[in-house]
């Protein structure tokens, strides 16, 4: 995770070198908005890197679940500015509109593209192994902002081969004009996913029903209720009522408790798995804790 985030933040450096160049000499509105995604990309891959570094941090005294809520906390200021560039590019794209400003050098412009998606490409690949490995929102982030460079890159070429080579010199505020709703809808996504993890969504549903059934797979089980799940950063936390036979020793219990808690970390590595042990049939009333006297 900590490379992933390296290497995000170097091709963001490289690229935004390469189209402050292209931009200057080109004059292309879609290349200033392939420029302003970048710096963005930037100042989101760094604030992953540090993000990243401190949710990876070990529980401690203060935070006893962990470190992992830095991620979505990044995530969601990595949505504001997304959308912020979104509407800066409108409004630049209206202004290019009104002007008909024309596009000049667009070789050097086409070339900064082409290589700027070759970059994109590895990184991306990069990042979507690191997200397979780890299920990490703030690399999943940026893996999208990354995905929807790609795109943008591929836009501005076909902006600029349309303004220069058939004179369509109103397409290249269009394509921009695109760019920047789609910005808009990504930082949607971020955002969305950054507050689930942050108010503590429940797993999907399907992932709930197979720890449903991973726990009815153990033939010592009888029944199970109060199924709680949430994540912080990639660390998944399941916590459960297990029903077993009543006549069960204590010792016995727990050993069956410690079977089903590995089945379920056999299928959601690196989860922290809390059994409550129910002799079946029994009523919990759940009588509230009175306050200290």
């Known amino acids: 995770m900590r490379l992933a985030t390296l290497a995000s933040v170097s091709v963001a450096l490289v690229l935004i070198v390469a189209k402050i160049i292209a931009a200057l000499m080109t004059g292309s509105v879609s290349m200033l908005s392939s420029l302003v995604d970048s710096l963005l990309d930037a100042f989101a891959s760094l604030l992953n890197f540090f993000a990243v570094r401190h949710a990876l941090q070990p529980a401690d005294k203060e935070h006893r679940f962990g ?34 400003h024309q596009i000049e050098n667009t070789e050097i412009g086409i070339a900064v593209m082409v290589i700027s998606m070759v970059l994109t490409i590895v990184l991306v690949i990069f990042q979507q192994y690191v997200v397979k490995r780890t299920q990490s929102t703030a690399i999943s982030a940026d893996a999208i902002h990354y995905r929807m460079d790609i795109m943008i890159n591929f836009s501005v070429i076909i902006a600029l081969v349309a303004s220069s080579e058939f004179g369509i010199w109103w397409f290249d505020s269009a394509v921009a004009i695109a760019i920047a709703f789609y910005i808009a809808f990504s930082s949607w996504k971020v955002a969305g996913r950054s507050l689930d993890l942050l108010m503590d969504r429940e797993f999907p549903e399907e992932e709930r029903e197979q720890i449903k059934a991973i726990v009815w797979s153990h033939p010592d089980t009888r029944g199970l209720h109060d199924l709680r799940t949430r994540s912080s950063g990639i660390q998944p936390f399941v916590q459960l009522h297990l029903e077993l036979e009543p006549d069960l020793s204590l010792v016995q219990a727990h050993e069956i408790a410690d079977e089903v808690e590995l089945l379920i970390m056999n299928e959601f590595p690196g989860a922290e798995v809390i059994i409550h042990q129910d002799p079946v049939g029994h009523e919990e009333p759940h009588s509230p804790i009175p306050p200290p006297s």
């Open 67 to 100: 470190h992992g809520k830095a991620e979505p906390l990044a995530g969601l200021a990595q949505a504001a500015f997304i959308a912020g560039s979104g509407v800066f590019i409108v409004f630049e794209a209206l202004h290019r509109l009104g002007t008909g």
